[in-house]
């Protein structure tokens, strides 16, 4: 570790600003991510806080270690400087969640035990058939297998409960969901309008982003989450699992996001906009942050009515 890395690992253990950076190795890093990651890292600098690199490599179909590798390799290159990490260690560790399944297990047991959470078996194709909510990634679930549950009250917790069927986390219909946001300012969003009953752990045995999330951003005493704005709508589920699991809730900033020239979202498959091609032309580090500033626009998200 660097000696400006040392210094800031000592600040931040007076002032306690803790940050993150939690790239997915499921593709190449690209111009957005660039963006999002130097707010990230400029944030923590300027509260002199520690920043955590987390990989987030829990969807095994889709995650790849090379791409880890290379999102290390990137943000490094770009300048980005963090205090633990996979590659550096720390107290919060492991640092990939992949090797963080007891955490989640014991969260998933939490929720059942509290009757937050339902078993639902529908199939892929069953949700394929459900309405996608305005500006989101996950179905609004209708609620199938929640009129079938009811509040079940399990006797006992066991392996059996982790494959084979996923979990709902139970919305209250029409339940506000304000926080505010460092970037958009105040936000809301409707449980069962903005999203319905939400994805706690899937199928397969793997926990959900939303779970796996919460729960690490806890554990890692994380204060503040940097993140696309994209997300502004996960943030609102992830603050009913850190309620209902009673875990603290950071604060948050949201990213404005970067689009392709047809106003799309940057995504993986932009691999002309990815970081290791812009490399590959000769730009330097100080080139792709300026890009990836000049391309920053504000119109793409969501953003809740002004409260
Ligand atoms: N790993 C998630 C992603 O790359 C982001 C997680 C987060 O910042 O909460 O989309």
């Known amino acids: 570790m660097d000696e400006a890395a040392n210094t800031l690992n000592f600040v931040s253990d007076f002032l306690g600003y803790r940050g993150r950076l939690a790239p997915s190795p499921t593709g190449l890093l690209h111009l957005g991510h660039a963006a999002t990651f130097w707010t990230a890292y400029q944030r923590a600098l300027r509260s002199g806080g520690a920043l955590v690199l987390r990989v987030d490599d829990l969807d095994p179909q889709r995650s790849k270690p090379e791409f880890a590798a290379a999102a290390v390799e990137d943000l490094d290159w770009l ?30 047991k939490e929720l059942i035990e509290g009757g937050f959470v339902y078993p639902c078996r529908c199939s892929r194709k069953d949700l394929t058939r459900m309405t996608q909510a305005p500006h989101d990634e996950e179905p609004l679930y209708p609620g199938t297998c929640r009129a079938t549950a009811g509040r079940i009250l399990f006797s006992g917790f066991g392996e059996a409960m982790l494959t084979g069927l996923s979990w709902r986390f139970r919305v209250r219909d029409g339940e506000a969901i304000e926080f505010s946001d460092g970037h958009f300012g105040r936000q809301r969003f409707v449980a069962s309008e903005d ?49 209902a699991l009673g875990l603290p809730e950071p604060a948050w900033f949201h990213c404005p996001l970067i689009t392709d020239e047809h106003g799309r979202r940057l995504a993986k498959r932009h691999d002309a906009l990815s970081i290791r091609e812009l490399r590959a032309s000769g730009m330097k580090p100080e080139d792709v942050l300026g890009r990836a500033a000049a391309k920053v626009g504000e119109p793409n998200a969501h953003r809740g009515p002004d409260l």
């Not at 729960?215 to 992830?238: P, S």
Request: proline fraction near 5%; charge should be neutral.
């Open 79 to 108: 300048g980005i400087r963090w205090q633990e990490g996979p590659d550096v260690c720390g107290e919060y560790g492991p640092y990939l969640q992949s090797m963080r399944l007891p955490l989640y297990i014991s969260a998933l």
């Open 195 to 243: 999203f319905g009953d939400f994805l706690i752990w899937r199928k397969d045995g793997v926990p959900a982003y939303q779970l796996a999330v919460a729960v690490d951003d806890a554990a890692m005493k994380i204060t503040e989450v940097v993140r696309g704005a994209d997300l502004l709508k996960a943030t609102a589920r992830q603050i009913l699992v850190c309620r």
